[in-house]
């Protein structure tokens, strides 16, 4: 069974930064590819924010590009959401997500709050 913890979230006031970390336990972390995906009050379903492959591969949505950073690191079994010139919009709560070939697994998130 594989968990996932997410850390990191937190207030911020926009224009700043945050980095999020999500630790993952059980199964072979390498071969998953990892995503972060937030959660908007109110606002439903949860919306891809990053993903980044086995092989390192990355894709972000059209509103983070270029502001947030999506990595890995195998040995630590962490996968990291580095956040800069945080807006208004990015609060959410933040989910970590491990997909292995369609069996995919959930972090319980955290809380990303951006004051303006």
């Known amino acids: 069974q594989v968990q996932l913890v997410e850390s990191g979230g937190g207030l911020v006031q926009a224009g700043g930064s945050l980095r999020l970390s999500c630790v993952a336990s059980g199964g072979f972390f390498n071969i998953f590819a990892m995503g972060w995906y937030r959660q908007a009050p109110g606002k439903s379903p949860r919306e891809l924010v990053a993903?980044?492959?086995?092989?390192?591969?990355?894709n972000y949505a059209d509103s983070v590009e270029g502001r947030f950073t999506i990595s890995r690191d195998n040995y630590k079994k962490t996968v990291y959401l580095q956040m800069n010139s945080l807006k208004a919009e990015d609060a959410a709560v933040y989910y970590c997500?491990?997909?292995?070939?369609?069996?995919?697994?959930w972090g319980k998130g955290t809380l990303v709050t951006v004051s303006s």
């Open positions: 997500n491990a997909d292995l070939g369609g069996t995919r697994y």
């Open positions: 993903v980044i492959t086995s092989g390192g591969s990355t």
